[in-house]
Structures are given as structure tokens and as C-alpha cells.
């Protein structure tokens, strides 16, 4: 039996996209969920999930933030994106990032449908005429594949220093040591190959904005600054 994820904070879609994968896959089980928290612990009781639908910002979540965790907790399951988003640049990160598909929330019922039978047959999908329109730069798409192989920790210090938290704040929320949150910045400046944490703070943010022009950020000093947040 096929079991499917849904992820988004909007009962009416949600509803709407529950009856198309029940007309698309008669017979697969579905959860629908309306928050990041819920999703994580509907995977947790459904490890072996097949496919998960995933609005882009609903609570908890918020750009690509979502898709990256999930990404880096549960690689073995497949994730598409299913948005009111529909800019080229978008829908290219998504796919960078590890999505398997992007479904425009205005596409029909129909087209939904035929989407997630190819999503389920192990097939990328995403519109027509909008595969043809995606296009990134090879600086952007090295980013991007960099940004996939950080840790599950090291996201989450990532997110932290898109708020702004010191190293401190970060090692509370985490419940590890402050000289672990630094070791986890410092990883994450080599493998993004940035010097700063004001620029790895930066570009957090930018993935946060889905809809942002760009993600790489300006590189302003050569200089490290991993601990100079007290």
C-alpha cells in the first residue's frame, strides 16, 4: 500500500490535494498534515512514506528551510514541492535542494494527478513549459549542492544565525556546548566556502525568502569571525 505526506496550512488546498492523490492513487493512504512539527512526527510514524507533498511556507518552515531538513533527516524519501510559487529560479533551487517535483498550486486536479502517478513511478516532474524556463548559473548551482550536504545540526545553527542568535543562545536551543555551535559554524563556513558568519547569516536569510533574486552572498572580508558574537 502506498502511503503519501501532506504538508500545508491550508485546509481547503489540503482537503483538495487529498482528494486528487485518493482519484490519482486509489487505495494509498494519506496524512495530512499543517505544520513543519506534524510532519516531522507523521514521518516518525511513517518511516517508510513514499512520497511527501510539501507547501513551501507554512508554520514552522519557512523558503526552502523545510525542504533541506527534510532532506538531510530522511534522504530515502521522496519530497516534491507543491507551491503558489511559481518563478523559474524557485523551482530550480527546489529541484537543486533535492526535491523530486514542483506542482504549482494552480495547476488543475487533473494535472495534479498525473503528477503524482509520475512522482510515485520514481520520474522528476515538473510543469510543462516551466521545465524549459528553469535555468540557474554554475556559481548558483555549486552553492546549492553545497548547502545540501550540511548536517541536520548544521542546518539548524545555520537557521540560528539567520535570527541573528549568539553562539550561546544557539548551544541552549540545541543543548550542546558553545564550543560545539562554533565547531558546527566552522564546518559550515568551509562547506559553504564563505569566511564570515555574517555572510553564512546572510544567505540563511535568503533561503527564507524563496522568492529571493539570489543566494550567493557578497564576500566582504577574508577574515573569519566565528566567535565574535558576544
Given amino acids: 500500500m502506498l502511503r503519501l505526506l501532506i504538508a500545508d496550512d491550508h485546509p481547503l488546498f489540503r482537503a483538495a490535494l487529498t482528494a486528487a492523490v485518493a482519484d490519482a492513487v486509489p487505495g494509498a493512504t494519506v496524512e495530512a498534515t499543517a505544520s513543519m512539527a506534524d510532519l516531522l512526527a507523521a514521518l516518525e510514524r511513517q518511516p517508510d512514506c513514499d512520497l511527501v507533498l510539501l507547501d513551501l511556507r507554512m508554520p514552522g518552515s519557512s523558503g526552502f528551510s523545510s525542504l533541506i531538513q527534510l532532506r538531510g533527516l530522511r534522504p530515502d524519501v521522496p519530497v516534491a ?6 518563478n523559474p529560479l524557485v ?25 503524482i502517478r509520475a512522482l ?33 545540526q548544521q542546518f539548524k545553527v545555520l537557521m540560528a544565525l539567520a535570527d541573528g542568535r549568539l553562539n550561546k543562545q544557539i548551544g541552549y536551543e540545541l543543548n550542546v556546548t558553545e564550543a560545539t555551535v562554533k565547531a558546527h559554524v566552522t564546518a559550515i563556513l568551509r562547506k559553504l566556502g564563505l569566511y564570515r558568519r555574517t555572510q553564512a547569516a546572510l544567505l540563511a536569510r535568503r533561503l527564507l525568502d524563496a522568492s529571493a533574486d539570489t543566494l550567493t552572498p557578497p564576500l566582504d572580508s577574508t577574515q573569519s569571525d566565528i566567535g565574535d558574537d558576544d
Fill in 91 to 115: 523551482v530550480r533551487r527546489a529541484i537543486d535542494f533535492g526535491a523530486c517535483g514542483y506542482i504549482p498550486k494552480s495547476a488543475s486536479l487533473a494535472v495534479i494527478g498525473d503528477a
Fill in 81 to 86: 514541492i507543491v507551491s503558489g510559487e511559481e
Fill in 120 to 152: 510515485l513511478d520514481g520520474n522528476e516532474w515538473l510543469p510543462e513549459g516551466l521545465a524549459e524556463a528553469v535555468d540557474q548559473g554554475a556559481a548558483e548551482q555549486a552553492l546549492t549542492r553545497q548547502i545540501a550536504t550540511l548536517t541536520p
